[in-house]
Nanobody, 123 residues
Framework: QVQLVESGGGSVQAGGSLRLSCAAS????????MTWFRQAPGKEREFVTS???????VYADSVKGRFTISRDNTKSTVYLQMNALKPEDTAIYYC?????????????????WGQGTQVTVSS
């Protein structure tokens, strides 16, 4: 079993920055892909970014150049540095992984989810 706990959300003005953290416990090998999703009110959950154990990274086009994902395997923690935030980044942000530790952009492929952390960006 895997437990994921996000933290670091909050409210900022457009152009501001936030850093999210996702602490993992349980069976989370350092080789597993760890992924961030977000879900805005009335919208489907969408892929944000993912990182492999070796540091391979994929970003959604909407956040490329503004968001940076990283991980510290010694702490079993994944980070999401969000800069130049826009009102359209407002959402609940979730970290996730799956039993196989695979990469996917589809939330249906993920088995383990954190509780989410709210990010609100005002204009």
């Amino acid at each position: 079993q895997v437990q994921l706990v996000e933290s670091g959300g909050g409210s900022v003005q457009a152009g501001g920055s936030l850093r999210l953290s996702c602490a993992a416990s349980g069976r989370t090998p350092g080789t597993y892909y760890m992924t961030w999703f977000r879900q805005a009110p009335g919208k489907e959950r969408e892929f944000v970014t993912s990182i492999s154990g070796s540091g391979s990274i994929v970003y959604a086009d909407s956040v490329k150049g503004r968001f940076t994902i990283s991980r510290d395997n010694t702490k079993s923690t994944v980070y999401l540095q969000m800069n130049a935030l826009k009102p359209e980044d407002t959402a609940i942000y979730y970290c996730a992984t799956n039993r196989e530790g695979r990469y996917s952009r589809s939330p249906r492929e993920y088995d383990y989810w954190g509780q989410g952390t709210q990010v609100t960006v005002s204009s």
